[in-house]
Antibody, heavy 125, light 108 residues
Framework: QVQLVQSAGTVVQPGGSLTLPCAAS????????MHWVRQAPGKGLEWVAF????????HYVDSVKGRFVVSRDDSSNTLFLEMKSLIPEDTAIYFC??????????????????WGKGTSVTVSS | DIQMTQSPSSLYASVGDRVTITCRAS??????LNWYQQTQGKVPKLLIY???TLQSGVPSRFAARGYGTYFTLIITSLQPEDFATYYC???????????FGGGTKVEI
């Protein structure tokens, strides 16, 4: 069964650090790009970070650049999001998501097809 | 960065209604546009990819079209399970920097 398993929620103080794991099963993470997407309470979806299947490319939303790092451990088939210098605005549910694609002719269309259930992160003193 | 603007941000509709949601991109994204549905407390679900291709298992009452900077999602006959929030997403292949629209909440 293809799924992404995420950890339970947590509370962290402003300025603190946290690493979120996301364990994949039913597929190997080194054959897909992977994303992190977050959703603040009562708000919409915000893309956070991307790691390419071969780990050669990583992208981040401007608001987390220099503070968050996306990584992957292929031996455990697990994706990570390391978060530092956390601020209250980082409070959100964090989803790990698989990046898939469909190729039609010479064009590839990318989409997010498998989502973890999310980890709630609250940044508060 | 590419910005995505959805309208309306919310709408009220009844079962059986035809609903149209629009999404505009700040620059040309060809057909690299996806639509997701999120019901309350649930994880987002892919409905449409490539601007108009229905994901496997999605009911045919959902349709979408568009190209370049203007896109629409249409629900031809709203069902009770369709009351949810819908998000468009630009998904350009390179770089894989993704942007979501602000969402459209479809309410009873």
């Amino acid at each position: 069964q293809v799924q992404l398993v995420q950890s339970a929620g947590t509370v962290v103080q402003p300025g603190g650090s946290l690493t979120l794991p996301c364990a994949a099963s039913g597929f190997t993470v080194n054959t897909f790009g992977m994303h992190w997407v977050r959703q603040a309470p009562g708000k919409g979806l915000e893309w956070v970070a991307f790691i390419q299947f071969d780990k050669s490319v990583k992208h981040y939303v401007d608001s987390v650049k220099g503070r968050f790092v996306v990584s992957r451990d292929d031996s455990s088939n697990t994706l990570f999001l390391e978060m530092k210098s956390l601020i209250p605005e980082d409070t959100a549910i964090y989803f790990c998501v698989r990046d898939n694609k469909k190729t039609v002719g010479s064009t590839s269309y990318f989409y997010m097809d498998v989502w973890g259930k999310g980890t709630s992160v609250t940044v508060s003193s | 960065d590419i910005q995505m603007t959805q309208s309306p941000s919310s709408l009220y509709a009844s079962v059986g209604d035809r609903v149209t949601i629009t999404c505009r991109a700040s620059q040309n994204i060809n057909s690299h546009l996806n639509w997701y549905q999120q019901t309350q407390g649930k994880v987002p679900k892919l409905l449409i990819y490539g601007a108009s291709t229905l994901q496997s298992g999605v009911p045919s009452r959902f349709a979408a079209r568009g190209y370049g900077t203007y896109f629409t999602l249409i629900i031809t006959s709203l069902q009770p399970e369709d009351f949810a929030t819908y998000y468009c997403q630009q998904s350009s292949p390179s770089p894989r920097v993704v942007t979501f629209g602000g969402g459209t909440k479809v309410e009873i």
